[in-house]
């Protein structure tokens, strides 16, 4: 056991109060201080998805914590994916593969048998870095979901984590939140968690000193620090919560980029490029009134393609784009929206819901059928937009075949390291309207470039780099906690 490495689990009050990106913070600030360290999510509930090395699929929070790290996306570090497609029923991925649908009650069921998966990804990790961070889901405190848990106490119990207790003071109620949480823990639970950190707070700390004292007096618990509020920092948002609290960015600025913000969008973090150029206004809409001024309309990643195409069109999208198209506007559309770009969509399995089909939106001239056999691959690829080739990097993740008969807009090289010809994705003649199945194109800043300049007719200005913003806001977290929380408390309760 020499070599197993120490760990730190961050809970939270509830979802949405901070973990993912305050476990990325304490990565990044423990591999600046010399640890190796990795990341850690038994199961994750998100649509944002990403490819790992191995060529399987994790949460998207999870690549981006193992960016933190200075680290490649393994299957390890988040073994137990959930993808929703409805309110009781989820796809089931485990370590990296779809093993079927599941509803609420069988997956619950299913616990027992997924926490040997878990524990087999922990124990990978634990023998190859000196410390593990772990990120609980939800809350601990849901006396309902006790039994077989493997999200939070469960499995901190299960590998021996201390805890840290996380409660988002933005929502209010901050102190009944955590003060709530830990008395409907069992006492080795509570005994379990070793402090506390409020965060996202506003304002003068001084000001919260009385608060603070009470807290530790009533819970017998350390307050480790007050993390705050920050805005501008190029860290992708785990779920489509988070875009109805910002549904435009950069208002106001020179050309404007619109995203369908469909019911079921998935992977909107392919967007977090155009967040970084001060040129741009990103805006995720939902009518196509929306629409107004944008130079470049795009239709995202979905979960269920048909119910969300059918949804557009109930909206009025349809022939809104088309109006758009005849102005001269550039149109997008990436992996579910791609499908949505063609004449029909097709679902003869029922793969996303019950049997059918719906006639696409008809900008290229391609047919979709969907299938049980999900692909995902880190690809190379040749992009062409407007006559010229770029070379572009990504990944794919979808369970569809797209048959083309016009233009294709890629060619795909490389699937997960392997040599390759397949064309990809469709275009109309003009390129004025284009589809693909790379996730992560608008990562590559010489692509990206090349569409700004489409759309600004080659008057435009030199794109953010895109991983240069991202290793800075990742250097800014690093600071920020460190700044803001008691980082020699911390090492301790690491045991580092």
């Known amino acids: 056991m020499a070599n197993y490495a120490k760990n730190i689990m961050f809970q939270g009050t509830s979802s949405h109060v901070g973990k993912s990106v305050l476990s990325a913070s304490l990565l990044r600030a423990l591999k600046d201080r010399g640890f190796s360290v990795a990341p850690f999510k038994a199961q994750n509930m998100a649509l944002n998805s990403a490819v790992a090395v191995e060529g399987g699929e994790i949460g998207r929070a999870q690549a981006f914590q193992a960016e933190a790290a200075g680290l490649k996306p393994s299957i390890h570090m988040n073994p137990v994916l959930l993808k929703p497609t409805g309110d009781s029923m989820s796809q089931v991925i485990i370590h990296g593969k779809a093993i079927g649908m599941m509803t609420a009650v069988e997956y619950h ?8 998966h878990v524990l087999e990804s922990y124990e990978r990790l634990a023998r190859a870095y000196d410390v593990i961070v772990i990120e609980g889901a939800g809350s601990p405190a849901e006396v309902n979901l006790r039994e077989n848990d493997i999200a939070n106490m469960g499995i901190a119990g299960a590998v021996e984590s201390p ?35 409020i965060n996202k707070f506003r304002g003068d700390v001084s000001l ?8 530790e007096a009533r819970t017998g618990k350390d307050v480790l620090g007050v993390v705050p509020s920050f805005s501008g920092l190029l860290i992708p948002d785990e779920d489509s919560v988070s875009l109805d609290d910002a549904e435009r960015r950069g208002a106001g600025a020179g050309l404007k980029v619109a995203v369908v913000k469909l019911p079921r969008i998935s992977n909107f973090t392919d967007f977090d490029p155009f967040r970084g150029d001060p040129g741009i206004e990103i805006a995720f809409i939902s009518s196509p009134d929306e629409m107004s001024g944008a130079a470049l309309v795009i239709i995202p990643g979905t979960k269920s393609t048909i119910a969300d195409l059918m949804w557009m069109k109930s909206r009025g999208f349809g022939p809104a784009i088309r109006a ?32 059918g089909e719906a006639e696409g939106f008809g900008l290229v001239d391609a047919v979709t059928v969907l299938g049980r056999e999900k692909k995902t691959f880190e690809v190379s690829a040749v992009a062409r937009l407007m006559g010229k080739d770029y070379e572009v990097r990504g990944y794919e993740i979808h369970m569809g075949e797209t048959i083309v008969k016009g233009t294709p807009f890629s060619r795909i090289l490389d699937r997960n390291g392997k040599t390759c010809y397949s064309p990809d994705g469709a275009a109309s003649p003009d390129g004025m309207v284009w589809g693909t199945y790379v996730h992560g194109i608008f990562d ?3 692509f990206r470039q090349a569409v700004v300049s489409a759309l600004t007719g080659g008057k435009g200005w ?15 977290l690093a600071s920020i906690f ?10 301790r309760i690491i045991g580092v």
């Not at 069921?109 to 997924?114: D, G």
């Not at 840290?164 to 933005?170: P, Q, S």
Request: proline fraction near 3%; glycine fraction near 14%.
């Open 444 to 446: 590559n800043d010489v």
């Open 482 to 491: 460190e700044e803001s929380v008691d980082m020699e408390k911390v090492l």
């Open 109 to 116: 069921a299913f616990k027992k048998e997924a926490l040997s």
């Open 324 to 355: 758009h198209v005849e102005r001269g506007g550039m149109v997008a559309g990436i992996c579910g929206g791609f499908q949505m770009l063609g004449t029909a969509v097709k679902d003869p399995q029922g793969i996303e819901s019950s049997p």
């Open 163 to 197: 805890v840290v207790l996380i409660g988002d003071i933005d929502r209010g109620g901050v102190f009944a939140a955590l003060v709530g949480t830990l008395d409907l823990l069992a006492t080795e639970e509570r005994e379990r968690i070793k402090g506390l950190i």
């Open 208 to 215: 919260l000193l009385p608060g603070l004292e009470f807290l």
């Open 462 to 476: 030199e794109v953010a780099k895109f991983e240069t913003g991202r290793e800075g806001a990742l250097g800014s």
